[in-house]
């Protein structure tokens, strides 16, 4: 079974530049999560979806972070314009519900110079 | 509000020998605890959760954890260390058994030294 799928693997942009990651889940999976793992930090949940809906978006500062997740399957994860203290791994993970077992993509690592 | 502390953000052990990881919770509702593994540029595993069936849970790869209510704790054990053992460990909370609504620790790195 493939497991979540997430690309690119490294990004470096510019301070205010505009970037977007792409995640594909596991197939079937209703519930799709973004998380923002700072440097020497645990996991921060940014948004999470049950098929094209948000469930969860209260950690997601809206002024420059958007996702959208059309169809129910793959999503997309956009900054604009990014800041130096977005430099972070920016892991996507899916569940088959609410309910069950996140897996977890190896993540896009991103750097703001 | 839920959250969670990992006591030592790096620890060391020789292989084959105990491995104890540190967590602590705070939560106002009966909480679900997990913990995960992130091997270097990998995503997360989980290990094992813990969610009210049994206060003593086992994972995988050896791992076991116990949940003690009265000192709020979820620690994390392996009686033998192998050097595959290396690796990012995060303990989590949250207000549901599944993926939803974890709220992370820090993260312990492990090191095995042969």
């Known amino acids: 079974e493939a497991g979540v799928a997430q690309s690119p693997r490294y990004k470096i942009i510019e301070k205010r530049q505009s970037v977007a990651f792409w995640c594909n889940p596991i197939s079937g999976h209703a519930t799709l999560y973004w998380y923002q793992q700072i440097l020497g930090q645990g996991p921060k949940l940014l948004i999470q979806f049950q098929n094209n809906g948000v469930v969860d978006d209260s950690q997601l500062p809206k002024d420059r972070f958007s996702a959208e997740r059309l169809k129910g399957v793959d999503s997309t994860l956009k900054i604009q314009p990014a800041k130096l203290e977005d430099s972070a791994v920016y892991l996507c993970?899916?569940?088959?519900?609410?309910?069950?077992?996140?897996?977890f993509g190896q993540g896009t690592r991103l750097t703001v110079v | 509000a839920q959250s969670v502390t990992q006591l030592g953000s790096h620890v060391s052990v020789s292989e084959g020998a105990l491995v104890l990881l540190r967590c602590n919770y705070s939560?106002?509702?009966?909480?679900?605890l997990f913990w995960y593994v992130q091997y270097p540029n990998q995503g997360l595993q989980l290990l094992l959760k813990y969610t009210s069936a049994a206060t003593l849970v086992k994972g995988i790869n050896g791992f076991e954890a116990e949940f003690k209510k009265s000192e709020t704790s979820f620690h994390l054990t392996k009686p033998s260390a192998h050097m595959s053992d290396a690796a990012e460990y995060f303990c989590a909370v949250s207000v549901a058994q599944g993926a939803q609504k974890l709220v992370f620790g820090q993260g312990t790195r492990l090191t095995i030294n042969p």
């Open positions: 939560s106002s509702v009966p909480p679900y």
């Open positions: 993970a899916s569940s088959l519900d609410l309910n069950t077992e996140a897996f």
